[in-house]
């Protein structure tokens, strides 16, 4: 017995070290950091200890605390619209490609799988120029229905939605074929067992489909969660923050302060804070789906 944990431990030993290297370091590095007094540049070995001050910091009254926490709704708003797009989309695109009479299916899944794979940066540069106001394609299809040009990302009101749409178009592909493999793994004597008890169109979707991919639609939740937080090419590339902090996310104001403005300490908190609400919202997320399956 002691040999195998021995030889266990010993092919696990690799990647348990790359893990740590890579992710756990980094991790505790940035949490010592956030309760210290930090510039980037200077050695970490200038850094003060100066306890929960970055924290009262970002959470006060100031323009730190009021920029902090403007990123912070703003990276929620994102997230949240995110996920109520892609999710739906995703299922009608899923079922629509699943269904084996559909022509074209595998050419379908191939070009939404596509725009997955388009690198962000790509992706934020073409967007920049169709949603221009001018001479924008998005416009000039306005137009033709009789409405005017928008000011998509010229617009405090507009900004964050262009953005979010922008990220729809990418994501939505990938949790496309999440959803495919859901629907595949639905065995196909349950719709006839539906079907020879009366159910038809609506219910059996309602009633039997999405309860049975409840699970593949929480992890496309939880993922489409940790991929909306994560968001930094498109405001970057394209809106810098604005207009008026409009599209100022979390992680582009970490990085503003942390890097641009030097205060490692400081961005190291945000960072922290940021981890910490992520952990906390994915775990109430199992914990509601855990307690709905018990009912």
Not at 110 to 117: D, E, K, P, Q, S
């Amino acid at each position: 017995m002691i040999g195998l944990r021995k030889s266990i431990f010993a092919m696990l030993a690799p990647g348990l070290g790359l893990i740590a290297v890579f992710i756990l370091v980094p991790i505790a590095l940035t949490v010592w950091l956030a309760f210290t007094k930090w510039s980037v540049q200077t050695p970490f070995s200038s850094a003060t200890f100066i306890g929960l001050d970055n924290f009262r910091e970002i959470f006060g009254s100031t323009s730190v605390g009021r920029d902090f926490k403007g990123a912070m709704i703003n990276t929620a708003l994102y997230s949240v619209l995110s996920i109520v797009l892609i999710l739906p989309l995703s299922v009608v695109f899923g079922m629509l490609i699943h269904q084996a009479e559909l022509k074209g299916a595998n050419l379908l899944r191939t070009i939404l799988f596509a725009t997955y794979m388009v690198p962000m940066i790509a992706v934020a540069l073409v967007f920049s120029k169709l949603y221009s106001p001018t001479e924008g394609p998005f416009n000039q299809i306005l137009s033709w229905v009789g409405i005017g040009p928008q000011p998509w990302l010229s617009s405090p009101d507009t900004a964050l939605v262009s953005i979010v749409l922008l990220n729809v178009w990418q994501q939505v592909g990938y949790f496309t074929i999440l959803i495919i493999a859901g629907l595949t793994q639905i065995p196909t004597s349950i719709y006839e067992a539906a079907r020879m008890d009366g159910a038809r169109g609506p219910a059996l979707f309602g009633y039997m489909t999405l309860p049975l991919l409840r699970r593949t639609l929480l992890f496309s939740a939880v993922i489409a969660l940790i991929n909306a937080v994560q968001v930094f090419e498109p405001v970057a590339l394209i809106t810098q923050g604005g207009p008026v902090g409009s599209t100022n996310v979390m992680t582009y104001h970490i990085r503003r302060v942390g890097i641009e403005r030097a205060q490692g300490g400081l961005g190291s908190a945000m960072s922290v804070t940021l981890l910490l609400a992520l952990v906390i919202t994915v775990t109430a997320v199992f914990a509601f789906a855990r307690r709905e399956d018990r009912r």
